[in-house]
């Protein structure tokens, strides 16, 4: 058979990893190529159990992808950005408050990162639809749909849903139940996303505090970064203290988010994250980052999974009564519609602002 010849790309030449002498968080590193068996699994989520009450991150290495394909998925990323016009952009750009969910481009200067001293986000991204094709992309993205259909497939269903499964059996639950509520040909937004990060002015660094993307929880159930060397992404530790998240080569950084605490209970609480400026001999970059935002299907309701013996025995802590429970997509669209664009309310605890969405609080920490 003749081989493939895949379309041409700029390649993307990551900076070296930081020398700097940082604080990094010490996150648990779970082996996916041990999810195939059932032994593999009762291993398994004990660690990932742990990792989630104690951080809500947890890195993941051997998810199938060579380091070959993930740097291709890199130079992929780098498309939307730096191929297509800012006029052909625009076409392409959602109506975000109007639609609520990311399809495409979300502009730079599009959120507040610190509404005091009106400083907006320096931040692209572009959002692809698990099924690929269900939107159309940019000219110079077409060519390389059909990897993105199979990096899409990849992190549902070769990440994405083992993760879930280890979840469940923390939960004493059949291994499918978090599984059917994440379905891939159902209507919802689980979504590739690129984003680059651009840097700022000396005076934007300075009156945001060096904060790019404030302190903040994700909307979905589960979040898949691809690890890339630049730093900036931080986690509020057990301790309080915001620490750095190492890189990892041809690694997975994995954290729960809101849905996934309506599911349990309160039991995998998501953890508060945050990027700033990147370490200062890593500062001559742009940003670049690859990830999968996972959602359950559009109709599922975001109601605690109260048959759990887990839960039975630690009781659950419900975000609101169960007739009031929102559904994926009610959620999705407050969140997303009011994320950065609101006006926050200051909060009780020190450096937090609020707002609510269906009835909820949600904290945002600056």
Request: net charge negative; charged share 25%; aromatic share 10%.
């Amino acid at each position: 058979m003749p081989s493939l010849t895949l379309p041409e790309c700029a390649h993307y030449i990551p900076p070296p990893e930081t020398k700097e002498d940082l604080e990094f968080v010490d996150l648990p590193i779970i082996d996916l190529s041990k999810v195939h068996t059932p032994e593999g699994r009762t291993e398994l989520y004990p660690q990932l159990r742990d990792a989630l009450l104690t951080h809500g991150f947890l890195c993941a290495i051997n998810h199938g992808y060579t380091q070959a394909q993930r740097d291709r998925i890199f130079d992929i990323a780098g498309v939307p950005f730096n191929d297509v016009s800012p006029d052909e952009k625009k076409t392409y750009t959602a109506d975000v408050e109007k639609v609520g969910y990311y399809a495409g481009y979300k502009p730079r200067q599009f959120w507040k990162v610190d509404t005091d001293n009106q400083i907006l986000d320096q931040i692209e991204h572009y959002a692809i639809n698990l099924n690929v094709t269900k939107r159309p992309h940019p000219t110079a993205l077409r060519p390389f749909l059909p990897e993105l259909d199979d990096f899409a497939r990849h992190n549902h269903f070769n990440i994405l849903h083992p993760i879930l499964c280890l979840i469940a059996l923390s939960l004493e639950l059949p291994e499918e139940t978090l599984v059917d509520k994440h379905n891939f040909d159902r209507t919802g937004e689980t979504s590739v996303r690129f984003m680059k990060y651009y840097r700022r002015s000396n005076d934007e660094e300075e009156k945001s505090k060096n904060v790019w993307l404030k302190g903040h929880t994700d909307i979905g159930s589960i979040t898949i970064l691809w690890s890339q060397p630049i730093g900036g992404l931080q986690i509020m530790a057990p301790d309080g203290k915001w620490k750095w998240v190492r890189h990892i080569d041809n690694g997975l950084v994995i954290n729960t988010g809101d849905m996934m605490t309506f599911f349990t209970g309160g039991y995998y609480k998501p953890t508060i994250h945050r990027v700033i400026q990147p370490p200062s001999d890593q500062r001559a970059y742009d940003r670049l980052g690859a990830y999968y935002f996972a959602m359950p299907d559009n109709d599922i309701r975001l109601l605690p999974c109260a048959e759990s013996p887990v839960l039975k025995r630690v009781g659950i802590e419900r975000q609101c009564l169960d007739e009031d429970s929102p559904s994926c997509e009610t959620w999705r669209k407050g969140r997303t519609t009011a994320y950065g664009r609101s006006d926050l309310k200051k909060g009780v605890e020190r450096g937090v602002e609020e707002e609510v969405i269906e009835g909820i609080v949600v904290k945002h920490y600056n």
